[in-house]
């Protein structure tokens, strides 16, 4: 329910997770029939037909293709410039220990209660955590984009032993987390939620609780030999990302 409706940007990995991968838009030919495509036009002019995974067949037919994340489009086809959430990827800068990221995960999110908005967090399966916002569909993707940057620079000002939002790498202070406020940006995408990651112990981008982020969680917690099992138990964290309520209306922070 995640990736449905959604423009999929392929990342494929054609020599398995230890080898080389490059990122693929335009749905291949040949291809079956029933894959379904989203038609979006880039800056170019160019209109690309990305692939839609809107079921369990797609799903394998993209994973055939050597896709093991899946990173699919912020907004759906009906409209693909206007997303259903902001987000923060924090990504830590060189060496900084994950106790650091859930830190920095924490401070965002209490920003962000601040302004009454509902949050929700996951694993990146890979070394960081990302904080969601699901949105009322309006605003274009640009103006999400600003959104998050002026919350992303306000908590690292705040924040400047712990964060940093300067996004050109190599003028980032070391020791910090990012708040990457710029995988907002369109065309941008970031590992979906149960996305299973390249790495040795197959980690899987996982949903949290708060309280589970405040006891002390690991990326390695969450893998794809034991996740299964906890959404059994725990069911979907992230269904009201899915869902038409409980959103954040952009427009409060106007008035």
Known sequence: PHVRERAMVMKRYPNGAAGDFFFMKRAPQPRPDWIATCSIEHASGNI?????????????????????????????????????????????????????????????????????????????????????????RGPSQKQVWEVSK?????????????????????????????????????????????SVRPRPRATVSTPLTWDELAHGVTIEDFRMDNVPARIRRLGDLWAPLTSARGRFDLARLAR
């Open 48 to 136: 690309i037909d990305f692939p839609v995974v809107n079921d369990v067949a797609t799903l394998l037919w993209v994973v055939n293709l050597g896709c093991i994340d899946l990173n699919q489009w912020y907004a759906r086809c009906d409209d693909v410039d206007r997303p259903d959430y902001l987000h923060f990827d924090l990504d830590p800068v060189a060496e900084v220990p994950f106790a650091a990221v859930r830190e920095a995960a924490t401070v965002v999110n209490d920003t962000l209660r601040s302004l009454d908005m509902p949050t929700y967090v996951k694993t990146t399966g890979s070394r960081g955590l990302h904080v969601y916002v699901p949105i009322v």
């Open 150 to 194: 002026t919350i992303a620079a306000d908590v690292a000002r705040r924040h400047p032993a712990l964060l940093t939002a300067v996004y050109k790498k190599a003028a980032r202070p070391a020791g910090r987390v990012l708040v990457d406020y710029n995988q907002n940006a369109w065309g941008r995408t970031l590992a979906s939620v149960y």
